[in-house]
Nanobody, 124 residues
Framework: QVQLAESGGGLVQAGGSLRLSCAVSSRTFDSYRMGWFRQAPGKEREFVATISWIGATYYTDSVKGRFTISRVNAKNTVYLQMNSLKPEDTAVYYC??????????????????WGQGTQVTVSS
């Protein structure tokens, strides 16, 4: 079965950077569309970024220019580089996999498997 494991979260000061990693235990990782979502306390879970098997990326407006999603297929890993972090970025960040790939749907329902999440806290 496919498993996702996020890491790299932590506490950072506003303006700082963090890089999240998501390790995927799958022999067919290359074909997955991968995504990052986040959920702040008291708020709905929201889409952050996605990357297709071919490397096409898409970001929510609030993180464009600050966050970068990438993948290294040889390592079965997807990353989220977060720069210029703001307190409003504080949330639990979840890695998700669209096993079918090729989708243009950026809602939660488009992703079949989810990691447990990693906490990102940005202090001011």
């Amino acid at each position: 079965q496919v498993q996702l494991a996020e890491s790299g979260g932590g506490l950072v000061q506003a303006g700082g950077s963090l890089r999240l990693s998501c390790a995927v235990s799958s022999r067919t990782f290359d074909s997955y569309r991968m995504g990052w979502f986040r959920q702040a306390p008291g708020k709905e879970r929201e889409f952050v970024a996605t990357i297709s098997w071919i490397g096409a990326t898409y970001y929510t407006d609030s993180v464009k220019g600050r966050f970068t999603i990438s993948r290294v297929n040889a390592k079965n890993t997807v990353y989220l580089q977060m720069n210029s972090l703001k307190p409003e970025d504080t949330a639990v960040y979840y890695c998700a996999a669209d096993l079918n790939g090729g989708s243009i749907d950026y809602t939660e329902g488009a992703f079949e498997l989810w990691g447990q999440g990693t906490q990102v806290t940005v202090s001011s």
